[in-house]
T-cell receptor, first 115, second 109 residues
């Protein structure tokens, strides 16, 4: 499968713990996005990278959240001191940014449950 | 700020009947509009985008700037069309997508 992959697919943690998710984009895609989706809602944008540069962050991304894409390939999203409100599906998407309209390809998501 | 509204959370139609999934948006500029679909146990995938003016799996969507709508239509629904459909908007100057809350379409036999 050469699509976007995410690891882990599921994560259960206790309130106050730190968690880290990984996203591997489609190779050669220079843009990578993180979204969060809660029950009954559409995905909400969190942040995006062009290569290794983090170009945009949503106000949803509190200071407990940090994302990196150190070599412009895979990305990690870390949540520190998790809260029950962080329970959600975390989606990663990648695209090949170029002139014209780009298509974002989504991964399967990481479902987080904070107890 | 941009916003996408999908007024119907659930929509059921019979096989062979026409289907229309509504999407309204608010954005002051010229947005790019998309429909994404998520079939059961599959990942979110692009169905179509307004700029391509294409028909995918028999679905079409027309951007109506006057009514700020981008409704998704299909003249004859099939059971395999049952899925969650999301309308999404991308501002011209930025890349992130703003999604609606989705419409769960069920096509009954």
């Amino acid at each position: 499968d050469t699509g976007v992959s995410q690891d882990p697919r599921h994560k259960i943690t206790k309130r106050g713990q730190n968690v880290t998710f990984r996203c591997d984009p489609i190779s050669e895609h220079n843009r990578l996005y993180w979204y969060r989706q809660t029950l009954g809602q559409g995905p909400e944008f969190l942040t995006y990278f062009q290569n290794e540069a983090q170009l945009e962050k949503s106000r949803l991304l509190s200071d407990r959240f940090s994302a990196e894409r150190p070599k412009g390939s895979f990305s990690t999203l870390e949540i520190q001191r998790t809260e029950q409100g962080d329970s959600a599906m975390y989606l990663c998407a990648s695209s090949l940014g170029a002139a014209g309209v780009e298509t974002q390809y989504f991964g399967p998501g990481t479902r987080l449950l904070v107890l | 700020a941009q916003r996408v509204t999908q007024p119907e959370k659930l929509l059921s139609v019979f096989k062979g009947a026409p289907v229309e999934l509504k999407c309204n948006y608010s954005y002051s500029g010229s947005p790019e509009l998309f429909w994404y679909v998520q079939y059961s146990r599959q990942r979110l995938q692009l169905l179509l985008r307004h700029i391509s003016r294409e028909s995918i799996k028999g679905f079409t969507a027309d951007l109506n700037k006057g009514e700020t709508s981008f409704h998704l239509k299909k003249p004859f629904a099939q059971e395999e069309d049952s899925a969650m459909y999301y309308c999404a908007l991308s501002p011209g100057s930025a890349r992130q997508l703003t999604f609606g809350s989705g419409t769960q379409l069920t096509v009954l036999p």
